[in-house]
């Protein structure tokens, strides 16, 4: 049993690789995809807002469409 766990002390190397990512974050400034993320999420959220304001604008001060009777075919 102790045979199968050989190297149970030792780090893999693809994560030794990767070092202190979470202390290292902090002296490089903002992640970029992290602003493009913000920018395109404020926008579409600014776009709903302003659609959904003009659509209550427009329910008040439109009148109601006119249904438009086609005439009936013998």
Known sequence: ???DFE????VPPAVNRMGNVIGDAD?????PGLIVLLVVGGLLLA????NYALYM???????PQKKNQF???R
Do not use: H, I, S, W
């Open 47 to 50: 776009f709903l807002v302003v």
């Open 57 to 63: 604008y427009a329910q008040k001060t439109l009148p």
């Open 71 to 73: 005439p009936r075919r």
């Open 7 to 10: 190297f149970g002390d030792k």
């Open 1 to 3: 049993m102790e045979e």
């Open 27 to 31: 002296g490089r400034g903002f992640n």
